[in-house]
């Protein structure tokens, strides 16, 4: 009976020690995105690299797309649907042209990263993200999430990209 009661006890701790960290993105740090509850993962910014990406137009700028260790995993893998606690970060800056290397090339060739412009995430929770398609979207600019109009429109766009669950972005090898 002890036995039972003390691991009744464990479970109930547990459980609210699985709860304290339900924010899928692990601690908060700072604001959390509307809809989705999404914070900024720690340690983010050391996350390994899946891709990368140039978006011309409007947008104008250069992207990386960082993945946590069950998102590489995966990745390399080639699984499909992404696990739970996966989670992805697209870091975009603006696309600016280096004077300094153009000299150095002799012509104007170079391009590269200026100043940021925002940070999107992707965290998968299936049950808890069940309703878009088991992704909470969050963007974050200088560490301040982004309105709830523009949380509206990820998941959406993210739709077109269903059959690699929601997920377009390529791994670079
Ligand atoms: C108009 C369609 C559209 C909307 C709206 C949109 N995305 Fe995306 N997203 C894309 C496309 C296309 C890519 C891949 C190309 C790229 O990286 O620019 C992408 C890439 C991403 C990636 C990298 C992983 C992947 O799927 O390739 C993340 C993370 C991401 N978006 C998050 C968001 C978040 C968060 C929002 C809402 C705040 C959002 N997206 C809104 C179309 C969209």
């Known amino acids: 009976m002890r036995g039972i009661a003390y691991w009744l006890s464990a479970v109930v701790v547990l459980t609210g020690v699985v709860v304290c960290m339900a924010p899928a993105s692990g601690h908060a740090d700072g604001q959390a995105a509307p809809i989705f509850g999404v914070t900024i993962p720690p340690g983010y910014r050391d996350w390994r690299l899946i891709s990368v990406a140039h978006e011309a137009g409007d947008l104008n700028d250069f992207r990386a797309i960082l993945g946590n260790d069950v998102a590489i995993r995966a990745y390399r893998e080639e699984k499909l649907p992404f696990p739970d606690g996966t989670i992805i970060v697209r870091l975009a800056w603006s696309y ?23 940070v999107q995430l992707m965290v998968k929770d299936s049950r808890r993200y069940a309703a878009t398609g088991g992704w909470g979207f969050a963007q974050f600019k200088d560490g301040k999430p982004a309105d709830e109009a523009v949380h509206k429109t990820c998941s959406p766009c993210h739709e077109s990209a269903k059959a690699r669950d929601f997920v377009f972005t390529h791994y670079s090898p």
């Not at 042209?97 to 412009?117: D, L, T």
């Open 96 to 118: 600016i042209a280096s004077e300094e290397n153009n000299k150095v090339f002799g012509r104007a060739q170079s391009f590269v990263a200026g100043a940021p412009i925002n």
